[in-house]
């Protein structure tokens, strides 16, 4: 399955396969984004660069994000709104 991640390091947006920490450009730690590769994927490309500007700010990418809890096998998301 593929999931979003985002490095603040490079200001990335990355689709990889499975739960990934690190990122595979500069291996700094990454946020596991709670959008999915299908609502992403469904953006036009001012959507997707109004979504990475909100991944900028520290405080909105705390609602964007998810967390997966690998002891439970399953992710605590936040608000999962894009707009």
């Not at 603040?8 to 590769?37: T, Y």
């Not at 520290?58 to 439970?72: D, S, T």
Request: charged share 25%; aromatic share 8%.
């Amino acid at each position: 399955m593929m999931y979003m991640h985002f490095c603040k390091h490079c200001n990335r947006i990355h689709i990889l396969n499975g739960h990934k920490i690190s990122c595979p450009g500069c291996d700094a730690p990454l946020v596991e984004l709670a959008i999915s590769f299908h609502e992403f994927s469904d953006m036009n490309a001012d959507q997707r660069a109004d979504y990475q500007l909100r991944l900028g700010d520290e405080r909105q990418l705390a609602e964007l994000k998810c967390v997966y809890r690998a002891g439970h096998y399953r992710k605590d998301c936040g608000n999962t709104r894009i707009s």
